[in-house]
């Protein structure tokens, strides 16, 4: 059973930095394509980032309104995705979901979530 589990969420002031984290169990990480969707306070779920098992393979991709301030990476060795966040913003509040596709490559909706972190940005 896959479980994926996140870290790092906290308050922050605007233009500071955040990482998250999320640890993956139950399947083979390295074969999975994986990213992070957030939902802030009455809106609907959104992607942030994606990255593909293998750069090989594929791309990072990012939503336009974090791309040139969030890095998605992930270390396969340790099982785990991350998300740096700088220059953070007060819209950037929300609750921050991992997700994993079991596909090397993102394709369709995503086929596992974690629980979610909260991220609150004050200005």
Do not use: H
């Not at 990480?29 to 957030?38: D, P, S, V």
């Not at 396969?76 to 998300?83: E, G, I, P």
């Amino acid at each position: 059973q896959v479980q994926l589990v996140e870290s790092g969420g906290d308050l922050v002031q605007a233009g500071g930095p955040l990482r998250l984290s999320c640890a993956a169990s139950g399947s083979i990480f390295r074969f999975n394509a994986m990213g992070w969707y957030r939902q802030p306070p009455g809106k609907p779920r959104e992607l942030v980032a994606t990255i593909p098992a293998n750069p090989s393979i594929g791309t990072t991709n990012y939503a336009d309104s974090v791309k040139g301030r969030f890095t998605i990476s992930r270390d396969n060795a340790k099982n785990t995705v991350y998300l740096q966040m700088n220059s953070l913003k007060p819209e950037d509040t929300a609750v921050y979901y991992c997700a994993l596709w079991a596909r090397p490559i993102v394709s369709g909706q995503p086929n596992n979530w974690g629980q979610g972190t909260q991220v609150t940005v004050s200005s």
